[in-house]
């Protein structure tokens, strides 16, 4: 913790991402990059991307991952450490009014 | 010092640095005009050329009174804690300086054509550039700025068909919405 409270921009380990995909049971399409895919009630509702080639996703890149997930900072933490699950994903789109 | 709470400080400090209104940081704000001739060539006009330059202008600021007043209490910190705080500032002040609205009027592929020009922001986060293309929600990563854009092109084709065979809740139908109406399949 630094002096200072600066937007502190985290890196992402593509298993992290990957491992929250799995856990939202979200619908994973391998390539270049990996695609994700959440579907409720038969629509799709979020479609997310991890692009593969950098590795490790630093600077803003898991901003606009999480930003594509629906997620805040403490969400993507949450699901990560199994305090969050589908249910409570669900809940949080259903907030937003993404599904109902 | 002895017997401060150091959090008030902190606290003070930050709010004189950070969050103080830019107009009473007494700075001279330059006064600028649109400039026909970058309009023309689709590059970022002299307006936000100088909208960066005082944005960085100010982050200088913010550091300078920052490291004042570090150096009147760095006695009380671990240096690691310091080091830390000035590699943050060092990349929240390449975030600010970095980033830059641009637009984009071709997919670089040959089956499609737009038929509008695509907003993306392009941003250098210290890592890499980023373009990302708000109307859309989507993104594109490379080393150089050209990397990027062709990242978000590729992005952006993928999410084209996928979007076209999907049945799609109604967040993403209006960016199916938008996007079927700008991209023409040749």
């Not at chain 1, 990059?33 to 080639?53: I, M, N």
Request: proline share 3%; charged share 30%.
């Amino acid at each position: 913790m630094g002096l200072f409270k600066f937007h502190y921009r985290r890196k992402m380990k593509i298993r992290e991402a990957i491992k929250v995909f799995k856990k939202l049971k979200m619908k994973i399409k391998e390539g270049n990059d990996t695609l994700a895919y959440f579907y409720y009630k038969g629509e799709l509702v979020v479609r997310s991307r991890v692009p593969h080639r950098r590795g490790e996703l630093k600077g803003n890149l898991p901003h606009y991952v999480r930003q594509q997930l629906k997620l805040n900072e403490d969400q993507f933490r949450d699901i990560c450490r199994c305090t969050k699950e589908y249910e409570d994903y669900l809940e949080i789109l259903t907030q937003k009014d993404l599904i109902s | 010092m002895v017997g401060e709470d150091k959090s008030q400080w902190i606290d003070e400090l930050e709010r004189e640095v950070f969050k103080t209104p830019s107009h009473k940081w007494e700075m001279p704000i330059p006064v600028h005009t649109e400039d026909p001739l970058s309009a023309q060539l689709d590059i970022p006009t002299r307006h936000e050329y100088l909208e960066v330059k005082q944005a960085f202008t100010y982050a200088l600021i913010a550091i300078t009174k920052y490291t004042q007043e570090i150096s009147t209490r760095i006695a009380l910190y671990p240096t690691s804690t310091i080091a830390e705080d000035i590699r943050q500032m060092r990349e929240t002040i390449r975030a600010m300086g970095a980033k830059k609205s641009i637009l984009i009027a071709s997919l670089h592929d040959s089956r499609f054509k737009l038929k509008e020009s695509i907003s993306v922001f392009l941003e250098n986060d210290g890592h890499q550039f980023i373009a990302y293309a708000p109307d859309l929600d989507i993104y594109g990563c490379g080393d150089l700025e050209y990397e990027a854009l062709e990242d978000l092109r590729t992005s952006i084709v993928e999410l084209y068909f996928d979007f076209k065979k999907e049945k799609l809740a109604p967040s993403l139908q209006k960016i199916w919405d938008y996007l079927s109406s700008i991209i023409e399949e040749k």
